[in-house]
């Protein structure tokens, strides 16, 4: 039976690269039915409001979405809505792997790093406020309850996929209290889910250091939520940038597939957008909703363009003298 997928376009390059997504994911056969809903800017401009009610019952109802981007002001203006779908579906899991791709020249050819972030904790909870004129304070929320759930996520999904090894990146020798909370959560689960696991933990900084000069030491990483979001960045460099880089957030109950990157504003509506790491997001989805051979159909596809060395076919990002839509009907093409 076909299953319903919210598709939130979003903002900036969001509506180019969901559409060729989706073109791809329906050339290779996937039962879905695509359920297209506003939230971003442009929704506030149509609908009134950046994140509106029919979105989040939609999500809801269905419990499963591939997002585009949505642009969050800096500085002033609405709270992210990345943050806040997070938070409201309690999305606490990001999974975000990054992995060498065939055929694609980087500084490394042998990445294949698994990233999980807490989604929902830490500096996210968007706590702040001016104490006096010029003085402000943001609050990092750790909890004992969010530590561990995240903590168990990562072993169990080690555990299930037969991943060599967890590190924890941190700061407690600064952060002694929340960070150290986060690795007290982190050793409790390690010693329940026994020693096939190898545990690492390393202080971030140098942790940084490491990643960028071997990272090849590395097999899972766990991380809290601010950690997360900038180490995510840091490994997508590893591997070719924002552009092949995809991610999914999940939960209890829902899940919400996205690429790692942004609406990418500088080079929205110029057919420059890399499709793939939504499209490598939207694998993800369809492993999650065990459409496994769809799946594995688009990833060969894929595989194949970039081996091909087609340069007319790839996204400048990544070298080529194509766009968005070439590469789509490359895709297409090779399924
Ligand atoms: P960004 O990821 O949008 O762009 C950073 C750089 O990477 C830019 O030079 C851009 O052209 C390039 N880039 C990003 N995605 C690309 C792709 N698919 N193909 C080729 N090049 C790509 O990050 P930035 O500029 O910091 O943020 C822009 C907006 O996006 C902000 O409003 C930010 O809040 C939002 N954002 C939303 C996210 C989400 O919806 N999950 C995640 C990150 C940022």
């Known amino acids: 039976m076909a299953r319903t997928v919210c598709l939130i376009p979003g903002d900036g390059i969001g509506p180019e690269v969901t559409r060729a997504t989706r073109q791809v994911v329906d050339a290779a056969g996937a039962e879905l039915d695509w359920l297209e809903l506003p939230a971003g800017a442009g929704a506030a401009e149509e ?6 009610q029919q979105t989040l019952e939609a999500i809801e109802e269905h419990r499963l979405a591939l997002k585009g981007p949505l642009t969050t002001p800096i500085g002033k203006g609405f709270t992210s809505l990345n943050v806040r779908l ?3 579906f309690n999305l606490y899991a990001a999974i975000r792997p990054v992995r060498s791709i065939p055929g694609l020249k980087t500084r490394f050819d042998d990445v294949e790093i698994i990233v999980i972030r807490e989604n929902t904790e830490g500096l996210y909870s968007g706590l702040e406020h001016e104490v006096i004129p010029d003085v402000v304070e943001s609050m990092k929320v750790t909890t004992r309850t969010g530590c561990e759930r995240i903590a168990r996520f990562a072993f169990q999904y080690a555990r299930e996929r037969q991943r060599k090894s967890v590190t924890v990146f941190h700061k407690a020798n600064i952060m ?3 960070d150290g909370l986060f690795l007290d959560c982190a050793r409790k689960m390690h010693r329940e889910f026994g020693s096939s696991i190898e545990y690492n933990e390393m202080i971030i900084d140098a942790g940084c250091m490491e990643i960028v000069k071997d990272p090849s030491r ?3 990483l766990l991380l809290e939520n601010y950690n997360g979001d900038v180490v995510s960045d840091l490994c997508a460099g590893l591997v070719g940038g924002l552009g092949v880089t995809p991610g999914a957030n999940i939960g209890d109950d829902c899940a919400i597939f996205e690429a790692v990157h942004g609406s990418a504003p500088d080079i929205a509506g110029q057919n420059k957008a890399n499709p793939m790491a ?5 694998v993800m989805m369809l492993n999650h909703i065990d459409q496994r051979p769809v799946a594995d159909r688009i990833k060969k596809a894929y595989n194949a363009v970039f081996s091909s060395g087609d340069l007319d076919a790839l996204t400048p990002d990544v070298g080529g003298r194509g766009g968005t839509r070439e590469f789509a009907d490359a895709i297409c093409r090779a399924i």
Do not use: E, I
Not at 47 to 52: M, S
Not at 278 to 282: D, E, I, K, P
């Open 47 to 52: 609908h009134g409001d950046v994140l509106p």
């Open 278 to 282: 939504l499209l490598m997001s939207a």
């Open 218 to 220: 590395f097999d899972m």
């Open 86 to 88: 997070r938070k409201h």
């Open 176 to 178: 002694k209290l929340s």
